[in-house]
């Protein structure tokens, strides 16, 4: 008796885990107008908050036995969380490489989290895995691959990446005895998630064999192949080659057709990390660029990024399905009821994960509401947004560019009469950050300080880079008149 009377006040409490529907819609509506409020006001809004607090009150908001009212935090949100540091959702975000956050996405991911299929496992989700597997067969079809490959949704670029390592270590057989014979093929300009990649991958006594550039800061295949040739000839163990597809820094695409013939020769494991460039394959015009993209055992690709998808969904593609089996597939014996579908791929089979996120719906929702068209068209227009600030910002006297955008990533910096051009374009870069309209990073290149403009939020048009233009014109004419007196 007493057990029923405890089970009956404990259900009375939990059951406050199940809001009623009165109120979830009272709930729903303050969201709702919420993050109406949020996209409406964008456009007036801060591309980045120079501020002191750094989001330091949200710290008041620690977890408590008591309920905290939707109000509260919300209001919590908007001070603390959203009117610091970076906004990525705006048009004026220009660092980094910026995406978006295409609004459908983020009701696919409510969708997503409503019904909570659990996407990880076909025989738990045929239909959430079919979606999954058919945005990877999209994928695949756009690179190339053949029908029979595979491919997994992850977090991120990152993980895809590190993902490709641990599946060429394995495909080439790789033990530890070898890894210090092992080597690993990349540029200097290749993203830091590779380097991060070799080391959880346990490679990091592995050569590292930095490939020259040529003066647009593309691998060179010639200088690539002499290295394997040497490495050989060494004893030692070459089975891996990072090629870019577009890097980050300036959005360089290394030769990928020579690459993958050397690949080819040499037998190496050929990985493209395609995380910012990959979906610029939408635009016709890039197609030439492309070539070869086919050959590569593994590509990394990014919707958060060149598909305006919110953070959290990246993409790894491998030829070989295999080898992405044979790396990640466990069966365990609590799972012995699973094992019937041969049908489609399970994600868990063939990535580190088990349990995971229905990423699958913020991807398919936004592709199959827009249609792919005005993503090629978003696509294009970004491209030709860094060729028209590069070619306008070259006409001011004074600023020097970088080479032409492969991609929609501009670098440009002012060359004073006198003083560091380097200190210069750190304080001009302060500036443009201050004013906070629109925000920019930095890279150096050879000892140089370069500001980088790439243009990728889709919420980046002709205004947007208009107004870059002025401020840029403005922070520096400020600047050289400090720097006069
Ligand atoms: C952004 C990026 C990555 C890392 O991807 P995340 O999604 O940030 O983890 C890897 N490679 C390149 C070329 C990138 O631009």
Known sequence: MRMIEKLKELERISRELEPSGDKRKNWENKVLSYSHDFIDDLEHEKAY??????????????????????????EGNSRHLNTTGINPASGGHMGYIPGGGLYPSALGDYIAAVNNRYA???FAAPGAVRLENMLLRWMCRL?????????????????????AMVTAREAHKLKARDFDKAVIYLSEQAHHSIQKAIRIAGLSEAHLRYIALDEDLRLSAAELEKAIIKDKKDG??????NASLGTTNTGAIDPIQSIA?????????????????????????????FKGVEKADSITLDPHKSLFLPFGTGAILVKNKQA???VHHYMADYMQDTADANEEISPADISPELTKHFRGMRLWLPLKLFGLRPFRAALEEKLYLARYFHEEIGKIDGFQVGPNPELSVAMVRFVPQNGSANDFNNRLLEEVRKDGRIFLSSTSINGVFWIRVAVLAYRTHLDKIELLLGILKEKKENLVKAYVV
């Open 49 to 74: 908050y120079h501020e002191d607090q750094k989001g330091k009150g949200i710290l008041e908001f620690d977890i408590s036995e008591e309920a905290t009212s939707l109000d509260r935090l919300l």
């Open 120 to 122: 990880g496992v076909f």
């Open 143 to 163: 690179m190339g691959f053949p029908e029979n490959s595979a491919g997994n949704l992850t977090s991120g670029g990152s993980i895809a990446n590190l993902m």
């Open 236 to 241: 030692l163990i070459p089975f891996f080659i």
């Open 261 to 289: 013939e050397i690949a080819e020769r040499y037998d190496l494991w050929f990985h493209i990390d395609a995380a910012y460039g990959g979906f610029f394959k939408l635009v016709s015009e890039l197609e030439t660029k």
């Open 324 to 326: 992405l089996l044979k």
